[in-house]
């Protein structure tokens, strides 16, 4: 499985999407279920799936699944 597919399945389990909903307008304005429980859950997936320690910061400005990856970036994890 590539990181990309690891990433993707991590909001597909949390949010019981389909991977054609991701995307730009997958954000914690958009999504009606996007609570900071399940910001939490996917903070602490990212962190257990891509062996990261998520700085404060960087938990804090994750409001979509792009800004995810962004973080993830930083974070020298390729997706």
């Known amino acids: ?14 949010f019981d999407v389909k991977e ?14 996007w ?5 939490m859950n996917i903070l602490s997936q990212f962190e257990e799936t891509f062996d990261v320690i998520l700085d404060p910061e960087d938990m804090m400005t994750f ?8 973080i993830l970036a930083k974070n020298n994890i390729a997706l």
Do not use: C, H, P, W
């Open 20 to 33: 054609e909903e991701l995307g730009d307008n997958f954000t914690k304005a958009e999504v009606e279920d």
């Open 63 to 70: 409001k979509s699944y792009n800004a995810g990856k962004k």
């Open 1 to 14: 499985m590539t990181n990309l597919e690891k990433y993707n399945q991590i909001f597909i389990d949390i």
């Open 35 to 39: 609570d900071s429980v399940r910001q």
